[in-house]
């Protein structure tokens, strides 16, 4: 079976049609209708489209469960819970990368419409050969474990104030080498004419940036959703649903990231969980559901923590 085909193990291709045509449209109807006009999007209309898209993801979990029953809608609540987290984490960069090149808020909303077009195929791409590869080399699931269980005890030690560095990101080095990029050109396009020559604004090396940053993020959210589920239709949907709530999660967040500081280490010990899983599961058993409690368990209590315990010294402030 080539890769490609492996993707349609687990659903009928009608219902992949399905889930892609409503997706399509979802998008179609945000960027040409709703973002017609760029305008900075409020944080009562990004609260607002935070509502939508996770009642959306919701409402497909419960149309899971009444379609194929408890287990598939559990991993794919515990999936986009964990991907949730992922896409939080992903915020913080998102803000440094707009404050790094002073992009107006009103151009931010396109570039991460663009941006999360390419995290969707990126995605289907790495689950994918993902699954496949775990159907044919199960010992490969053991690496993915000890990565995460690497990658969650990495997040949760202190660590510098994180800094970006877009001029030493490999992508843009070699945009920059085959394409003329100009800081004077409209922002509000990705390219422009100047001189009578096609060039590149500054607004797609940003694009470039998220791109490639959200390309760093897949190599975590691969392994950690691949070990809740192994069902190809669960594992990308899980997946899509929690990126398209990125842009919204983004406005709604920016500005108040330091009310989630301890959503990190909620998120490290989630993903030391899941590694640890992935690693015992040929001897202990851990059914969807507990992990579901426990997954859900981390995030409130950090959630929880961050709103009750102020910083030190924030007090003092003002």
């Given at each position: 079976?080539?890769?490609?085909?492996?993707?349609?193990?687990?659903?009928?291709?009608?219902?992949?049609g399905?889930?892609?045509?409503?997706?399509?449209?979802?998008?179609?109807?945000?960027?040409?209708?709703?973002?017609?006009?760029?305008?900075?999007?409020?944080?009562?209309?990004?609260?607002?489209?935070?509502?939508?898209?996770v009642?959306?993801?919701?409402?497909?979990n419960?149309?899971l469960?009444?379609?194929?029953?408890?287990?598939?809608?559990?991993?794919?609540?515990?999936?986009?819970?964990?991907?949730?987290?992922?896409?939080?984490?992903?915020v913080?960069?998102?803000?440094?990368?707009?404050a790094?090149?002073?992009?107006?808020?009103?151009?931010?909303?396109?570039?991460?419409?663009?941006?999360?077009i390419?995290?969707?195929?990126?995605?289907?791409?790495?689950?994918?050969?993902?699954?496949?590869?775990i159907s044919?080399?199960?010992?490969v699931?053991?690496?993915?474990?000890?990565?995460?269980?690497?990658?969650?005890?990495?997040?949760?030690?202190?660590?510098?104030?994180?800094?970006?560095?877009?001029?030493?990101?490999?992508?843009?080095?070699?945009?920059?080498?085959?394409?003329?990029?100009?800081?004077?050109?409209?922002p509000?396009?990705?390219?422009?004419?100047?001189?009578?020559?096609?060039?590149a604004?500054?607004?797609?090396?940003?694009?470039?940036?998220?791109?490639?940053?959200?390309?760093?993020?897949?190599?975590?959210?691969?392994?950690a959703?691949l070990?809740?589920?192994?069902d190809?239709?669960?594992a990308?949907?899980?997946?899509?649903?929690?990126?398209?709530?990125?842009?919204?999660?983004?406005?709604?967040?920016?500005?108040?990231?330091?009310?989630?500081?301890?959503?990190?280490?909620?998120?490290a010990?989630?993903?030391?969980?899941?590694?640890?899983?992935?690693?015992?599961?040929?001897?202990?058993?851990?059914?969807?559901?507990?992990?579901?409690?426990?997954?859900?368990?981390?995030?409130?209590?950090?959630?929880?923590?961050?709103?009750l315990?102020?910083?030190?010294?924030a007090?003092?402030?003002?």
């Open positions: 079976m080539t890769l490609p085909l492996a993707l349609f193990d687990s659903m009928p291709l009608w219902a992949w399905a889930f892609f045509a409503f997706i399509s449209a979802m998008l179609a109807l945000d960027l040409g209708v709703l973002q017609r006009n760029p305008h900075a999007m409020s944080m009562k209309e990004a609260l607002a489209w935070c509502v939508v898209w009642a959306l993801a919701l409402g497909f419960a149309l469960l009444h379609w194929r029953g408890p287990e598939l809608a559990q991993q794919f609540l515990a999936a986009y819970l964990v991907e949730l987290c992922l896409s939080v984490d992903n913080f960069i998102f803000i440094l990368v707009f790094y090149f002073k992009v107006a808020p009103r151009f931010q909303h396109r570039v991460l419409f663009w941006g999360i390419g995290a969707v195929f990126m995605r289907a791409v790495f689950i994918i050969v993902g699954v496949s590869v044919r080399f199960h010992w699931l053991y690496l993915f474990g000890a990565f995460l269980v690497y990658t969650g005890i990495k997040m949760a030690l202190p660590k510098k104030d994180e800094e970006i560095h877009p001029d030493q990101n490999i992508a843009v080095r070699l945009f920059r080498r085959f394409f003329t990029v100009s800081p004077q050109a409209e509000e396009t990705f390219f422009a004419r100047e001189n009578g020559r096609r060039v604004t500054r607004l797609f090396i940003v694009l470039l940036v998220i791109e490639t940053t959200d390309l760093v993020f897949a190599l975590d959210s691969l392994p959703v070990a809740i589920t192994k190809s239709f669960v990308l949907t899980s997946n899509i649903f929690a990126i398209l709530g990125l842009r919204s999660l983004y406005f709604a967040l920016n500005g108040v990231m330091q009310l989630f500081r301890f959503l990190k280490i909620g998120l010990v989630i993903l030391v969980f899941i590694g640890v899983k992935m690693l015992i599961e040929h001897w202990v058993d851990i059914s969807t559901a507990t992990s579901l409690g426990v997954i859900g368990g981390v995030l409130a209590t950090s959630v929880l923590m961050s709103l315990i102020k910083e030190p010294g007090e003092k402030v003002g």
